[in-house]
């Protein structure tokens, strides 16, 4: 009989976060694999656990994801966390849950606390539709791929941004995004949490002046609407007004109608239908 992989959450400030059962899986397990096992070791003797610990990271999860797949084969439990918060996600434990499933071994999570759902439902942003894209490249170019990739998502955005990147994340998603509104959470459940909901233009400004402290989770608000959406971007205003006649608005309420679309002054759409 197989062992079986447990994903664990695990606090992302607040220690009281911890779960019942996920105390009663690290007594469990015969062993726990970390992102870093000074910081896990914390965690465990804060709750007076003593258990045998090994290191799981992006630079040896090949030949340890092999290691913890020949003793989950022999039997044994392994429990699985990152840093802080679930493991899997932006984490290289999306590839140990692959090379389970590859190999037909029991996985399971301990669910809790996910630092970018919880920045989310503190934003006051749209929680209906959201998009994760985690970490933004180092190299300035993946970043902008990246960024001209969603900006035209309807999507709320959530990022992770460490503190020395985040005036030039900033700027970037500025340029390339335009001034949205944007929350930027950091220290969450702890006791100098800080949430604060701005707009991109202000939050470059702020951190022009003050220096980013703590790892940081940005929530940016989604596109108006998606470019392929915009069934009007490809003609004229007069056209425009004349669709909404057409469909039956009186010629005042169609142009105010196609001013609010395109975003410009009324002025500017009855001079360009009326030919001033």
Request: net charge negative; aromatic share 6%.
């Amino acid at each position: 009989m197989t062992g079986t992989l447990y994903l664990c959450a695990t606090p992302i400030g607040n220690l009281g976060d911890v779960s019942h059962r996920l105390l009663e899986v690290f007594n469990m397990v015969d062993l726990i694999a970390c992102e870093d096992t000074r910081r896990t070791v914390q965690l465990l003797n804060y709750f007076d656990i003593h258990k045998q610990l090994t290191s799981y990271h992006e630079h040896n999860k090949r030949e340890k994801g092999e290691y913890i797949v020949s003793l989950l084969k022999e039997g044994k439990n392994v429990a699985l966390v990152s840093d802080a918060g679930t493991p899997a996600i932006s984490d290289p434990g999306e590839d140990l849950v692959k090379l389970c499933i590859e190999n037909d071994l029991n996985i399971t999570s301990i669910p809790g606390c996910v630092a970018g759902v919880n920045a989310l439902i503190l934003s006051g942003l749209s929680t209906k539709r959201f998009a994760f894209e985690g970490f933004l490249s180092v190299n300035k170019r993946h970043r902008h791929e990246h960024l001209e990739s969603v900006k035209n998502d309807t999507h709320t955005l959530i990022f992770y941004e460490a503190p020395h990147k985040l005036i030039y994340t900033l700027k970037d998603m500025l340029d390339i995004l335009g001034n949205r509104k944007i929350a930027l959470c950091r220290e969450l459940t702890k006791l100098h949490e800080e949430i604060i909901r701005t707009t991109l233009e202000e939050a470059q400004s702020l951190y022009t002046e003050k220096s980013p402290k703590g790892e940081y989770v940005i929530i940016i608000e989604g596109a108006e609407k998606a470019a392929e959406d915009i069934w009007w971007q490809n003609i004229t205003a007069k056209e425009h007004v004349e669709k909404y006649i057409n469909d039956g608005d009186d010629p005042k309420d169609a142009i105010k109608k196609a001013a609010k679309d395109r975003n410009v002054p009324k002025r500017d759409v009855y001079n360009e239908f009326h030919g001033i």
